[in-house]
């Protein structure tokens, strides 16, 4: 996707600038506009995703007590409900009594939420995460 950029002129204060520039030498920008552009997309994948229809995808990370009685089957069938949403999952044992799984998913930003936290709501999951990106693709 070709887009022409547009320079802009940023007013900032030193003080805040300078926190600005280690922040991004941390992440390994190589430079302010890469950086800013960045935080232009976060933002609007996050404003989007709060009420919006935006197709996007989504990575859910948990972990959950495999011994947990009829969980595994519960997550299982849970998962079939949502096939058309879920493109793959990955299943790691932990330890002895635990699973992490990773849950990669594509919809509106709405029904992946729910999705979360219908989830992560079941007895014995026990702590989990949804993150979600947009196609909003950077420019190169
Ligand atoms: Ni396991």
Redo the contacts with the bound molecule.
């Keep these: 996707m070709k887009n022409k950029l547009t320079r802009f002129g940023i007013s900032m204060e030193e003080s805040l600038l300078n926190q600005f520039d280690k922040l991004i030498l941390g992440k390994g920008y190589n430079n302010r506009s890469e950086a800013i552009r960045d935080l232009v997309r976060e933002k609007i994948v996050e404003e989007n995703t709060e009420y919006s229809n935006q197709e996007v995808f989504g990575a859910l990370v948990f972990i959950y007590d495999?011994h947990k009685r009829d969980l595994e089957k519960n997550l299982s069938n849970f998962q079939h409900d949502y096939y058309k949403n879920i493109i793959s999952t990955t299943?790691?044992?932990i330890s002895h009594d635990e699973?992490l799984e990773v849950i990669i998913l594509k919809g509106k930003a709405s029904l992946l939420k729910t999705i979360a936290d219908q989830l992560l709501s079941f007895k014995g999951v026990l702590n989990g995460k949804l993150t979600l990106t947009s196609k909003l693709y950077k420019t190169k």
């Design positions: 495999h299943h790691v044992h699973c």
